[in-house]
């Protein structure tokens, strides 16, 4: 028992001596506390990064989704007034009943209904 006593206590020393002969661990070492605040850093300046990319990717699609909604809404503009000027222009027709005076006339005035149309719509998109 003694022996297992004495090399036990041998080994002890040996791992002592053993790590006396090298430096300290990083963690430990002025060098490692800098080490673990630029790795900090690091993952401070990936988050921001990703954050202000996730932003970015949601600002283009708020506005791709706006540039979408505002088209969709001069489609609905732009069929509405041509249905205007085709029920305008029947209507111009039935009423004229074949007379060419009647229907120069609602010409003239089918004319002016469309141009006052498309300010409205060109008012309306600006």
């Not at 988050?47 to 979408?68: D, G, H, P």
């Not at 029920?87 to 010409?107: N, T, V």
Request: zero cysteines.
């Amino acid at each position: 028992m003694g022996t297992d006593l004495t090399r036990w206590l041998e080994d002890q020393e040996g791992e002592g001596r053993q790590q006396e002969r090298y430096a300290a661990p990083p963690v430990l070492s002025r060098l490692g506390a800098l080490d673990r605040q630029k790795a900090g850093r690091h993952v401070i300046k990936m988050r921001n990064l990703e954050r202000m990319t996730q932003e970015a990717v949601a600002t283009e699609a708020s506005q791709a989704i706006q540039a979408l909604a505002r088209q969709e809404r001069q489609v609905r503009e732009a069929e509405s007034a041509k249905l205007h000027l085709e029920r305008q222009h029947r209507l111009s027709q039935a009423l004229a009943a074949g007379d060419p005076e009647l229907l120069a006339e609602f010409g003239v005035i089918d004319t002016e209904f469309f141009q006052h149309l498309r300010l409205d719509l060109r008012r309306q998109g600006a």
